[in-house]
């Protein structure tokens, strides 16, 4: 049943890739969440309503959790449950930059089992399924199997790695003040007391990075405060391509998709993963993010 789950997901986003590529963000009405950097466009919305309405046609008894459709203090349930963000990315869709996705999953159990994430712009489908793999399938129909190198190279430190970062629509205080400051160390020189990182990405976009760091074109995502419909899809994507998912925070081996606090890491050995990890830990502090 998941495969064929997964076939539908993946003809839903499609349809969702052509309604944002018809769309024209220049007079897309776009409102404001929290500040200006949290904005939802009327193709947000539109993509949304068409989601939750085939769902509910091809499967009543499933839950749905959706972005645009969320209330103050809704929660991801034991129940199967579709979860979708229906643009990731939306100030890129904005202003025009190629680099946001629509993010499905089926969860089950408060764990994703199906994922798909598809970029339009660039035709990138992102898609896995529990214990069957992830698979990238290009603009020209190419499907190649995740992560892209088979034998992953070595990641033995943060040196090593090419690191994802956000920056969220929170722009002060205590959260903001650490997410910048590690970012800071993180590429900072060794003898000036940091990390140096071979650089740091920033692509607008959790559930790309998600997929991203499935794929091993970076090396990990740091980030905290996005929302479970940002990462459910990506999730299973990055678990089945063999990387781990460990907290944005100190300690934490076993985030939830609620958390909002999420550290992937692309294939490795698992020494290796664990060690990368505990180095940016280490870098913290003893300061935590709280959400």
């Known amino acids: 049943m998941l495969p064929s789950i997964r076939d539908e997901l993946v003809a839903i986003a499609n349809v969702a890739g052509r309604m ?3 769309a024209d963000p220049s007079v897309d009405t776009a409102d404001t969440k929290n500040n200006s950097s949290d904005r939802v466009t009327e193709t947000d919305k539109a993509i949304e309503a068409m989601v939750q309405t085939r769902l509910a046609t091809k499967y009543p008894l499933i ?29 890129n869709f904005i202003h025009g930059v190629p680099n946001f996705a629509i993010s499905l ?17 660039r035709g990138d489908l992102f898609t896995a399924v529990k214990n069957q793999g992830a698979y990238l ?19 033995n430190s943060l040196n090593d790695c090419l690191i994802a970062v956000e920056w969220g629509n929170q722009r002060m205080g205590p959260n903001w003040e650490l997410r910048t400051e590690v970012a800071m160390k993180m590429m900072t020189s060794k003898a000036a007391g940091g990390a140096m990182t071979h650089s740091m990405r920033s692509n607008g976009s959790a559930a790309l990075d998600f997929c991203y760091t499935a794929a091993g074109v970076v090396d990990g995502f740091w980030e905290a405060g996005v929302w479970v419909w940002d990462v459910a899809g990506g999730w299973i994507i990055l678990e089945e391509s063999g990387g781990i998912v460990a907290s944005a925070n100190p300690g934490d081996w076993n985030p939830t998709l609620e958390g909002r ?18 180095e940016l830990w280490a870098l913290m502090g003893d300061r935590k993010f709280v959400y």
């Open 20 to 22: 944002m590529l018809a």
């Open 63 to 91: 839950s749905f959790l959706g972005e645009e459709t969320y209330k103050n203090g809704d929660k991801l349930a034991d129940a199967p449950t579709f979860i979708c963000d229906p643009i990731d990315g939306t100030l």
């Open 105 to 121: 999953a089926l969860c089950v159990e408060k764990k994703s089992v199906v994922g798909v994430v598809y970029n339009p712009a």
């Open 137 to 155: 399938t290009k603009i020209d129909g190419t499907t190649s199997r995740l992560p892209l190198r088979s034998v992953p190279p070595p990641m």
């Open 261 to 278: 606090l999420y550290f992937p890491v692309r294939a490795a050995k698992l020494e290796q993963q664990e060690a990368v990890v505990q």
